[in-house]
């Protein structure tokens, strides 16, 4: 067999079959890798081969993930693929956002221009893909609101019934909207994403319902994309750092993967280093690193980058593992720093959700304390769309954005004011020709 699935535990290390319906270890309860017995002796070819792809009218060449098939060789049957041409964003040079951070030079790549807007889409072709393997018909996923988006839109082109666990009143309705157009069972759970995602995982267990959160190996497998991508795009000239924000550790822990796995076949002999950053009160994975904790330490998560409001984040060992092979760290960042960010990557014409800003925080705080030095290499990853999370943005520019507010059906408590330090608000004006000039100036 080409692919299999192995225990992630040092200990254990047991093997199982690609196509066993299980998530974690039977035997420890570990995380699992795909792995393979890969087949490849000259890596210098396969790269020819993706750039020659770009000239591809086939599907799986159009599509940023299935162009990289060698490095995630685990569905043998091209008819099988669901994919939406996912992948295929761009990285932009940002001169506005490395002022900010301090750096000489900063590069966004932007996952938000996925066709559901999220970087999930790379995981998801992936993850919807080994579920039609498995001849799966139903799939569920529990979400902060953009892993539903794009599991409900893989679901409905892949003809499979789609059921979305999602914390009550906590997710941005532009995720929300989504998965509804795209016809998935919505139900909305009173709790939060961490009682969300243990009821998905009782449920999927129990039945014959295929679970598609990060947990799920396979979705990982296409994630790993997003850094062979951006590699490819630069011609393989490998940055000195990769930041990304840490929810529920997915992302990260995929990125670990991808550059192990590229170091280890040859493609790269320089490993960038991997930097998670977390939202000060939503800081499971920092306040384990910290406290040096063989086990996770949870926390109640709060954040307004709803995205990343999660305390208990599953693929924690793996993105432990991430920095261990890359040298890399996590640091956390505040609700104002998170803010302001989001709105200097606006600046830049680019734009994202609030868990992406994160990183362009992060990276300015690093810089500050000295971690990342002014000249290094540095790709920040934007995982959302700025369309995600319209009202963020707006109360934001309208100086009316509160670190808790509390509604029923309206709002009625506003509590720890965020400053708009970059505030762009709207201007009210009359519709007459000699006003509209006067707020010109002209
Ligand atoms: C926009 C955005 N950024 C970051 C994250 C966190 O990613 P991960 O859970 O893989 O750490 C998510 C997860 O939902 C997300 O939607
Ligand atoms: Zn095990």
Known sequence: MSAYLQCIEESCQKKISANAKTYVCPDCSGLLDVMYDFQIADPDKVKQAFQQRRLSNDPLDLSGVWRYR??????????????????????????????????????????????????????????????????????????????????????????????????????????????????????????????????????????????LNSINPFRLEGQKTIIIEMLAQRGWRIPDRVVVPGGNLGNSSSFGKAIKELHDLSFIDKMPMV?????????????????????????????????????????????????EWTRGWCDVVSEQEIADAKAIIGRDGVGCEPASATTVAGIKKLIQTREIDKDEDVVAVLTGNLLKDPDYTVNYHQNNLYEKAAYKNELIERKDKIQSTYANAPVKVKARKEEILKVLGL
């Not at 940002?94 to 932007?110: F, N, Q, S, V």
């Not at 909305?188 to 969300?196: I, P």
């Not at 109640?300 to 432990?320: D, Q, R, Y």
């Open 70 to 211: 060698e490095l995630l060789p685990f569905c043998a049957d091209p008819a099988k693929v669901v994919t939406m041409q996912e992948g295929n964003t761009p990285i932009y040079e940002a001169p506005y956002c490395a002022e900010y951070t301090g750096l000489k030079r900063l590069h966004l790549k932007h996952q938000g221009l996925n066709p559901t807007g999220s970087f999930k889409d790379n995981g998801m072709t992936a993850g919807v893909t080994q579920a039609r393997l498995m001849s799966s018909k139903i799939v569920a996923c529990a979400s902060t609101g953009n892993t539903s988006a794009s599991m409900a839109a893989y679901a409905a082109r892949a003809g499979m019934k789609a059921v979305i666990f999602i914390p009550d009143q906590q997710i941005a309705f532009g995720k929300l909207s989504q998965s509804l157009d795209y016809g998935a069972l919505t139900l909305q759970l009173e709790g939060d994403f961490d009682e969300a995602m243990k009821m998905v995982k009782e449920i999927t267990e129990e039945s014959e319902v295929y679970l």
């Open 275 to 323: 930097t998670i950053i977390q939202a000060q009160r939503a800081n499971p994975l920092y306040k384990t690193l910290i406290d040096r904790s063989a086990r996770l330490i949870r926390v109640e998560a709060h954040t307004l980058a709803t995205a990343i409001k999660i305390g208990n984040p599953v693929s924690w060992k793996k993105a432990m593992r991430a920095m």
